[in-house]
């Protein structure tokens, strides 16, 4: 994901449907097989998904060192992580939403 490449841009109003796509399509530091990365482990520190766990989606120290070692062991698969990153952008976005329309109902116009 960079701000380089429109593409890869999450907007905080993307639709939810958009949000998943964006998020699935990232490039990963996993390997080319389900064999090679259950053997060898994916490299978090590659990964654009961990590293926007790492900076914006996840504050615990040890939820986020969980992830790392599920990575680095092969014990994870890319897709499913992807799909874990995807629901956590699309909740912290929703709860994003939420209070920006809150704070819009606070304001006089
Ligand atoms: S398992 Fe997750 S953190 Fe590791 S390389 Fe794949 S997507 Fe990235």
Known sequence: MSSSIPESIISFY????MIRKKVMSGITG????QEEQKR????PDKCSLYLLNLFHMVSDDAELAEIRRKCVSGEIMCGHCKKETAERVV?????????MDAAA?????
């Open 105 to 109: 109902e606070k304001i006089e116009v």
């Open 40 to 43: 060898l482990g994916g490299e």
């Open 30 to 33: 996993g390997k080319m097989t």
């Open 91 to 99: 909740a912290f976005l929703k709860d994003f939403k939420e209070k």
């Open 14 to 17: 993307e639709p939810e449907a």
